[in-house]
């Protein structure tokens, strides 16, 4: 089985690395001209020419391409080759609006995999271990591209997707899983029941490798207290290919980006400057070896930074430091995107007006997430309803559409504040943990 760690790339001279990158920047802008025809507008109307690409110090003339842009060219905008070259789609959790598709060649996903090998690798796998992936499987990437890396290492590869932790511990135990993959709040909520069932001499556990969202250092800690592991972190997203975009490798000091295939840039989300190492801004990747859905320069809207410091690992790739928030107002709750407007569309379609307030905690390191809401004047004087069971249906409703359980209270009329200029509708103290 080969090993995954590729030491001739992943420990390559800087100058070795930026003339692989250039060279692939300058062949990936061309073959994008030339196929996607969203592209060749928008270079066409910044007057800029494939030609005028010479290598990556140029990668500022190229246009910028946002998340709105993808749900504008749904779903095939953006695809550069024919749609039966394709073998694979995925699609981020968004519920809202239009669903952002992202599309794979069987090269594509080849190189996914590779990624996540190599993350896997980073967290000490080897074919002798066994991998425990409960990421969700499906159209979320985190099953996926957890399964395939861990296939391409060789490791016993458990594919147990999300939910059902009874299940969960069974499995551990009784398969002996050595590596585990899922989100933080997962690996957190999976120690707990360990701890509680008593299993905690039965697993074997070595390490985890968790992302997906945000998390700190604390919870980093209790993690790796409670289930007796390295915890690594992982980062990616749908748009880019999935988890392995960058890894954390054992120093654990900020995630070692694949730079062989994917530029990174950290810019001024409001100006678009480029910004300098170390500066914290909105992190921008250019795909330089996808085929189905080459982004370019596209902003990702989550704020970190970016360091070339000598790792002591002996990789030479660039670290970025975990994102610090995102640069819009999507929550990310249980590992769950969820976005205000979802909630008022389930409280308005149940006759409610816009007089909510949402109230986001982590207590114990779980997510905690209360939806209050006014009772209008009519259900008020509505008699046969009672509060509690207007409070379950919305509970209902807010499963249904997020998926997971938020809590609710229906409060008396007129007792949320309302606002005089822009409503403050979120009220998210998890980020005083942070
Ligand atoms: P979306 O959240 O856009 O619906 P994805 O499910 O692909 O689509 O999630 C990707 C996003 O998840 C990233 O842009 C980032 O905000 C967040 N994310 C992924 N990994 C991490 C991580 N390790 N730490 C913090 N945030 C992460
Ligand atoms: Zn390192």
């Known amino acids: 089985m080969e090993n995954y760690y590729q030491p001739e790339i992943e420990t390559m001279p800087l100058e070795q690395l930026q003339a692989l990158q250039s060279e692939r920047l300058v062949k990936q802008v061309k073959y994008v001209y030339d196929n996607v025809k969203f592209y060749r507008d928008r270079m066409d109307e910044m007057g800029v020419k494939p030609e005028d690409i010479k290598g990556i110090d140029d990668l500022h003339k190229l246009p910028f391409i946002t998340k709105d842009d993808l749900r504008d060219q749904y779903p095939y905008g953006l695809l550069a080759v024919p749609l039966k070259d394709c073998v694979r789609i995925q699609s981020t959790s968004g519920t809202t609006g239009r669903r952002v598709v992202a599309f794979y060649t069987q090269e594509d996903i080849d190189i996914w995999d590779e990624c996540c090998a190599r993350a896997i690798v980073a967290a000490g796998g080897t074919k002798e271990d066994v991998c425990h992936v409960c990421y969700g499987y499906g159209l979320f990437t985190g099953g996926p591209g957890l399964n395939g890396g861990s296939h391409k290492v060789g490791c016993l590869t458990l594919p147990m997707s999300s939910g059902n932790t009874e299940r969960q511990i ?17 690996a957190a909520n999976l120690a707990e029941a360990i701890h509680e069932g008593g299993f905690r001499d039965k697993i074997k556990l070595k390490a985890g490798i ?133 909630i008022e569309a389930v409280l308005l379609n149940q006759g409610y007006q816009a007089n909510y307030q949402i109230l986001v905690d982590r207590i114990q390191n779980r997510d905690q997430i209360e939806v209050q809401v006014e009772l209008t004047p009519e259900m008020e004087a509505d008699p046969s309803v009672t509060v509690a069971e207007r409070e379950a249906k919305v509970v209902k409703g807010l499963k249904s559409m997020l998926g997971i359980k938020v809590d609710v209270k229906v409060v008396p009329p007129k007792s949320i504040v309302r606002s005089e200029g822009k409503a403050v509708r979120v009220i998210d103290k998890r980020h005083l943990y942070q």
């Open 170 to 186: 069974q499995f551990m135990t009784d398969l002996g899983s050595t590596i585990l993959c899922c989100t933080p709040s997962y």
């Open 210 to 342: 968790f992302g997906a969202e945000p998390w700190t250092e604390e919870m980093r800690h209790n993690i790796e207290e409670a289930l007796g592991i390295k915890a690594y972190d992982i980062y990616g997203l749908t748009e880019i290919s999935g988890p392995g975009v960058s890894f954390e490798c054992k120093e654990q000091a900020g995630m070692h980006i694949q730079e062989d295939h994917f530029i990174a840039e950290i810019i001024n989300p409001e100006t678009g400057e480029v910004l300098p190492e170390g500066e914290v801004g909105e992190l921008v990747f250019t795909c330089i070896t996808k085929k189905a859905f080459p982004l370019m320069r596209y902003r990702t809207r989550d704020l970190c930074y970016l360091t070339r410091k000598k790792c002591s690992c002996g990789r030479t790739h660039v670290r970025m430091h975990k994102p610090m928030g995102r640069s819009d107002d999507m929550m990310i709750i249980k590992g769950v995107n969820v976005w205000p407007s979802q």
